[in-house]
T-cell receptor, first 110, second 110 residues
Framework: ETGVTQSPTHLIKTRGQQVTLRCSSQ?????VSWYQQALGQGPQFIFQ???????GRGNFPPRFSGLQFPNYSSELNVNALELDDSALYLC?????????FGPGTRLTVT | AQRVTQPEKLLSVFKGAPVELKCNYS??????LFWYVQYSRQRLQLLLR??SRESIKGFTADLNKGETSFHLKKPFAQEEDSAMYYC????????????FGKGTTLSVSS
């Protein structure tokens, strides 16, 4: 069984740019959640998608947006990047209440 | 507001000593509680959830609703238990957002 994968592994962007991060869910999982993990902090919930619809959102501004595709893969888009957006972004797919995490994408904004 | 507190940033013990990682939560309803673990250079993974009442790798955790705590315990620590441990809660519905604590680093030395 293939686990959750994320791409890219890491990237560097400039303030004001836009970025797209990608996630492939674990086989059969129809729910995907995105988290932001700043250095020294626990993961913080951004939003969740269930069957291509947003199913909950954390305290993040609208410039954080997402998509889920029919094959349950997902994208996280961040517009107008700010320095504070530098973090590890985690994707998690879930089935029956247990979330399985990907390895994360390390985003650095300069 | 929902909150998870892990009061210890670092816990250092000797091999064979008992371990207790503290977790307190603030939530008005009936949450589900989880412990996640992240070993060096590995992804975040589920260690245990309170509804399963299982013992995983010798770890147990009991939900105490009166004290709003979900402490993680192991009677005899092993060096391979060294990792970052996160306590998390969800709102009691399967697959909803996880709220994480800031994590506790457990260091087990011989």
């Amino acid at each position: 069984e293939t686990g959750v994968t994320q791409s890219p592994t890491h990237l560097i962007k400039t303030r004001g740019q836009q970025v797209t991060l990608r996630c492939s869910s674990q086989s059969g999982h129809n729910t995907v959640s995105w988290y932001q993990q700043a250095l020294g902090q626990g993961p913080q919930f951004i939003f969740q998608y269930y069957r291509e619809e947003e199913n909950g959102r954390g305290n993040f501004p609208p410039r954080f947006s997402g998509l889920q595709f029919p094959n349950y893969s997902s994208e996280l888009n961040v517009n107008a990047l700010e320095l504070d957006d530098s973090a590890l972004y985690l994707c998690a797919s879930s089935l029956r209440g247990e979330q399985y995490f990907g390895p994360g994408t390390r985003l650095t904004v300069t | 507001a929902q909150r998870v507190t892990q009061p210890e940033k670092l816990l250092s013990v000797f091999k064979g000593a008992p371990v207790e990682l503290k977790c307190n939560y603030s939530y008005s309803g009936s949450p589900e509680l989880f412990w996640y673990v992240q070993y060096s250079r590995q992804r975040l993974q589920l260690l245990l959830r309170h509804i399963s009442r299982e013992s995983i790798k010798g770890f147990t955790a009991d939900l105490n609703k009166g004290e709003t705590s979900f402490h993680l315990k192991k009677p005899f620590a092993q060096e391979e238990d060294s990792a970052m441990y996160y306590c998390a809660l969800s709102e009691g519905q399967a697959g909803t957002a996880l709220i994480f604590g800031k994590g506790t680093t457990l260091s087990v030395s011989s």
